[in-house]
C-alpha cells in the first residue's frame, strides 16, 4: 500500500521560497515517476510539477521558471523547490506517484500572503 507523508509547507510573503517534501513508502520509487499537485479553496486539484523515474520534468505553465521537483531515490523522497512564490500558489500541496494506485496524502498547506 502506498503512503505519501508531504511537509514543508508554512505563511510565507510574495517574493518567497519554500521547499515542500514527500516521502514516499510502499513503491518501488525509483522506478516510478512522481508528482505535485495542489488545490486551491474553491478549486479543482491541478498537476503542478512531475518527474519521471529517469529525471525528466514537467510543469505546468504557472510555475514555470519558478519551482523545481526533485527526486532523491536513497530517501524515496520527491521535493519541490518553489521560489518567488505568489499568492496565487496558495493551496494545499499533495505529491502522488504517476504509475501506482495510491490514497491522497493530508498534504501541506502553502499560504502566501501578499
Known amino acids: 500500500q502506498v503512503q505519501l507523508v508531504e511537509s514543508g509547507g508554512g505563511l510565507v510573503q510574495a517574493g518567497g521560497s519554500l521547499r515542500l517534501s514527500c516521502a514516499a513508502s510502499?513503491?518501488?520509487?525509483?522506478?516510478?515517476?512522481m508528482a505535485w499537485y495542489r488545490q486551491a479553496p474553491g478549486k479543482q486539484r491541478e498537476l503542478v510539477a512531475a518527474?519521471?523515474?529517469?529525471?525528466?520534468?514537467n510543469y505546468a505553465d504557472s510555475v514555470k521558471g519558478r519551482f523545481t521537483i526533485s527526486r532523491d531515490n536513497v530517501k524515496n523522497t520527491v521535493y519541490l523547490q518553489m521560489n518567488t512564490l505568489k499568492p496565487e500558489d496558495t493551496a494545499v500541496y499533495y505529491c502522488?506517484?504517476?504509475?501506482?494506485?495510491?490514497?491522497w496524502g493530508q498534504g501541506t498547506r502553502v499560504t502566501v500572503s501578499p
Open positions: 502522488a506517484p504517476t504509475t501506482a494506485k495510491f490514497s
Open positions: 518527474i519521471r523515474g529517469d529525471g525528466i520534468t
Open positions: 510502499g513503491l518501488i520509487f525509483s522506478f516510478s515517476g
